[in-house]
């Protein structure tokens, strides 16, 4: 039997009171504890003198507070992005990355270390399926963002770095995409249990608006999630508008063709009543061109769609370079011409390789 604490962090609101009443203790002492967490922003036993000194000296030989060490840090040269390289408790690292646009703080996390979906441009694919997270794994990687922003994490406040507002300081997570290592909906029980977790009324109380999980297009999962009452917001990552360009780009889709994606993805947005955010990531010459533009339009015509433009962040195992951005303004005039909206994402930290699982790899 393992002698290691379980993580604070893996556990509901409800299981932390279950857990007290199991001790023998008014489950009121949990709510407490879970109120100096996740309200107060304190790990430090010590410092919850509202505790009973009995159920505190229970729960601290019971439970740890899985944070992660930060192995790395990088912030971009303008101070907008800031990618920290996170150690797991067996040694394995993932990243997290803080963002600032417009003055909205955004936390993109890791759902697993590696991924095993394989896409050709994608560092994390590139390094293959390593294991999933735990939710507390994934929980403890948006604690480490609060707590940057409230000034007591690594590299003290952002704002000193972004000192675009100071009137930001202090401020708490609010905003979190699940697009940072790993696939999340192959990872699903242990994500929708994190999201729950940041979303609990009584804690970090993340709203659903504010989240987005991001899919290679696992359909099974996308099923699933339509049959949810969690409204999240849903990105799907398609990168080919034909299943012969996406299997390309995208081997996951070999597995799930393009074909059932669509079902799943028409089925998910009747059901939800929520638009989906298609992710397509630019790569010069390859997926860039007006035909490519009109074959997304044709596919995604009368859909509740956004499409989300990500000029290609260069990475060291595949060849290919970023859509310019005069390339980018006609693929989205195209899009337009098809009643799809569309953004092109600013690539803002590429100087910090804020890509997807970059981070990692230059450090392995
Ligand atoms: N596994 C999920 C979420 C993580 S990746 C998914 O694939 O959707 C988040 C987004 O970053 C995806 O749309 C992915 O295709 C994109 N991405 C990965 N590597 C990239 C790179 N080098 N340049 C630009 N976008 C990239
Ligand atoms: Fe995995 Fe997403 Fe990277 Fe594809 S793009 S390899 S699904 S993390």
């Known amino acids: 039997m393992s002698t290691r604490p379980a993580n604070f962090y893996d556990h509901t609101r409800d299981e932390l009171l279950a857990l007290a009443s199991r001790w023998g203790f008014p489950p009121v002492h949990a709510a407490r504890l879970w109120a100096y967490v996740y309200l107060a922003g304190v790990e430090d036993w010590r410092a919850m003198p509202e505790l009973p000194a009995r159920y505190r000296a229970k729960a601290e030989g019971e439970l740890g507070f899985g944070r992660h060490a930060t ?153 699933r999630l339509a049959e949810e009452k969690r409204p999240f917001h849903l990105a799907v ?42 992710e397509w990531t630019l790569i010069e010459g390859k997926n860039d061109t007006p035909e490519s533009a009109h074959a997304v339009g044709r596919l995604l015509q009368g859909q509740l769609a956004q499409v989300n433009l990500i000029p290609l962040n260069p990475t060291t195992g595949y060849d290919g370079a970023p859509t310019g951005r005069e390339a980018a303004k006609r693929f989205q005039e195209i899009l337009a011409g098809y009643g799809l909206p569309s953004t092109v994402r600013q690539r803002r930290g590429i100087d910090i390789a804020a890509g997807c699982g970059q981070l990692a790899v230059a450090k392995r």
């Not at 507390?136 to 000034?151: K, P, T």
Request: charged letters at 25%; a positive charge; aromatic letters at 6%.
């Open 71 to 223: 192995a790395a840090e990088t912030h971009s040269a303008d101070g907008f992005t800031r990618k920290y390289l996170l150690e797991l408790s067996d040694g394995r690292r993932i990243e997290t990355v803080l963002m600032r646009y417009t003055g909205r703080v955004t936390a993109c996390i890791s759902s697993q270390a590696g991924c095993a979906m394989g896409c050709v441009f994608c560092a994390t694919g590139q390094m293959g399926f390593v294991r999933h997270l735990s939710p507390g794994e994934i929980v403890a990687q948006a604690m480490h963002v609060d707590a940057v922003l409230r000034g007591v994490g690594p590299g003290g406040a952002l704002a000193d770095a972004a000192s675009d507002s100071p009137h930001e300081r202090h401020e708490r997570l609010r905003n979190l995409v699940l697009m940072g290592m790993g696939e999340p909906l192959h990872n699903y029980d242990a994500v929708m249990k994190a999201i729950d977790i940041l979303r609990d009324p009584n804690g970090l109380a993340l709203g659903a608006k504010k989240i987005t999980l991001s899919t290679v297009g696992v359909v099974p999962g996308i099923r």
């Open 237 to 278: 990552s398609l990168h080919g508008a034909t299943q012969e360009e996406r299997a390309a780009l995208v081997p996951a889709a070999k597995k799930w063709p393009l074909d059932e994606l669509m079902d799943a993805c028409r089925d998910y947005i009747a059901r939800q009543q929520r638009r989906i955010f298609y």
